[in-house]
């Protein structure tokens, strides 16, 4: 018989036995008689019957799954991370459950409940909009998660984040270290904690270079595709004098790219561009964009990861917090070799 037709109802009828007393057998519990179960593993022989994954979980009430709540299903930043998680949870035998926040707090919270009545075996969350406190019920809702990009010292062994302010920091410091001193910056939503730290890593390297932080040259922008082009254009006119404009992602820098094409003013001579993330399409606009490496596929493989140490009882005793480096390329001009 073609295995994939046959069911635990037909291997109980076969045996003479509960669909009951099957699925215990199949997940190896040590409560069935030794009559019963002889029964139960000839049938399973007889009819070449495999358990599938739904199987066990209607049998021991568990589904399989580890859960992730993103604020996106598409785009260079989420795409990664969700593959390089999904590759970890499936070496496991696990499967993983993906749903969007959309970027609003009732959307990630129905997440998050929907995640919690699938029974997930752990979750990744990425919340954007979600209070600590909320993120703080985590502990509650999941025993087994990872919090990405955010960190809360109540939930340390959980958390998994890049250190964005230091690579705000090391954006500026590029700018400064090439002799920039007017340097404009476009910001992610500042209601994001890490559009929030890459901000203060900029305003870090001004101070160290002894340049006061002028707020008209900061303007916030988004991390998707919409209204950048017209943040851009309103930094430029607002700021004329600016060399240097640091974008908190490659989103940005790109809408930065297509404005001074309009405005005749020439990237990497007219005027600098940092981006933050390396996206693929970094490289392949011209000049190269020097942006601040994002290690997205390592954060995903690394999340996978420590959920899955957490589901087999082999809990971190720490957070881990990855550290981006900086990748220069030609979107820069070094102010201090102009004689």
């Keep these: 018989m073609n295995n994939k037709t046959i069911t635990i109802k037909e291997v109980a009828e076969f045996a003479s036995v509960s669909q009951a007393t099957v699925s215990r057998v199949i997940n190896g519990q040590s409560s069935v008689k030794e009559k019963n179960l002889k029964r139960v593993l000839e049938a399973i022989e007889t009819l070449g019957y495999t358990p599938n994954s739904a ?59 929907f995640l919690r009545a699938k029974q997930v075996e752990g979750a990744i969350v990425h919340s954007d909009r979600l209070s600590d406190q909320t993120l703080l019920n985590l502990a509650n809702d999941f025993k087994h998660f990872v919090l990405l990009n955010r960190y809360l010292p109540e939930l340390e062994h959980h958390c998994l984040y890049l250190d964005n302010e230091l690579g705000g920091y090391l ?108 996206d693929l399409m970094s490289k392949h606009v011209r000049p190269k964009l020097t942006t601040v490496g994002f290690p997205i596929h390592e954060m995903g493989k690394i999340a996978g990861k420590m959920v899955l140490e957490q589901i087999q009882g082999e809990k971190e005793s720490r957070s881990r917090k990855l550290s981006p480096t900086l990748e220069m390329r030609q979107s820069v001009k070094n102010l201090n070799a102009v004689g």
Excluded: W
Excluded at 85 to 108: N, P, R, W
Excluded at 185 to 200: F, V, Y
Excluded at 243 to 259: G, K, P
């Design 55 to 113: 199987a066990k979980a209607l049998a021991t009430n568990r589904s399989n799954s580890v859960g992730m709540l993103v604020g996106s299903l598409d785009g260079p930043f989420y795409g990664p991370l969700m593959h390089a998680a999904e590759d970890e949870i499936y070496k496991f035998g696990l499967h993983l459950i993906v749903t969007s926040g959309q970027d609003c707090e009732s959307k990630e919270t129905e997440s998050l409940n």
């Design 171 to 278: 954006a500026t410091k590029h700018l400064l270290d090439q002799g920039h001193r007017v340097i404009g910056c476009i910001t992610g939503p500042l209601s994001k904690h890490d559009a929030r730290d890459r901000l203060l890593g900029y305003i870090r390297a001004l101070a160290e270079h002894g340049v006061s932080y002028d707020p008209s040259l900061t303007i916030e922008g988004r991390f998707d595709h919409y209204d950048n082009f017209a943040k851009a254009n309103e930094l430029l006119d607002r700021a004329p004098s600016v060399t240097a404009i640091f974008c908190q992602n490659d989103n940005i820098a790109l809408a930065l790219y297509d404005v001074c094409q309009q405005r005749d003013l020439q990237i990497g001579k007219d005027i600098s561009v940092v981006g933050f993330d390396n």
